[in-house]
């Protein structure tokens, strides 16, 4: 499986951004899928996660209310809306796919990756 996400960059705060995963090579439509984080310095963090058919989501506490995960099975994309973005969510923001179909927020869960895109959020 090959990830590609897109959808980053700057935004003032209180903006929105709408970040999309798009699978490759084979379907993911029966993975879990994820948002990560990191902000340089810090380790990699779940941001959001969601199931193999969307029944289940699950968000880091800091973004709940604020940010949305969805997939579209058929399109084999996964997206993530981002509204009242805080110069704290400044990150690379990274894509991934699960090893199984149940939703998880461990880093080890996930077995591919996307390679990141970038989210600024200005004060």
């Known amino acids: 499986v090959q990830l590609q996400a897109s959808g980053g960059g700057l935004v003032q705060t209180g903006g929105s951004l709408r970040l999309s995963c798009a699978a490759s090579r084979r379907t993911i439509s029966n993975n879990a899928m994820g948002w990560f984080r990191q902000a340089p310095g810090k380790e990699r963090e779940i941001v959001a996660a969601?199931?193999?058919?969307?029944?289940?989501?699950t968000y880091k506490d800091s973004v709940k209310g604020r940010f949305t995960i969805s997939r579209d099975r058929s399109k084999n994309t996964v997206h993530l809306q981002m509204d009242s973005l805080k110069p704290e969510d400044t990150a690379v923001y990274y894509c991934?796919?699960?090893?199984?179909?149940?939703?998880?927020?461990?880093?080890?869960?996930?077995?591919?990756w996307g390679q990141g895109t970038q989210v600024t959020v200005s004060s």
């Open positions: 969601i199931d193999w058919n969307g029944g289940s989501t």
């Open positions: 991934a796919a699960g090893r199984g179909s149940a939703i998880s927020t461990r880093t080890a869960s996930y077995a591919y």
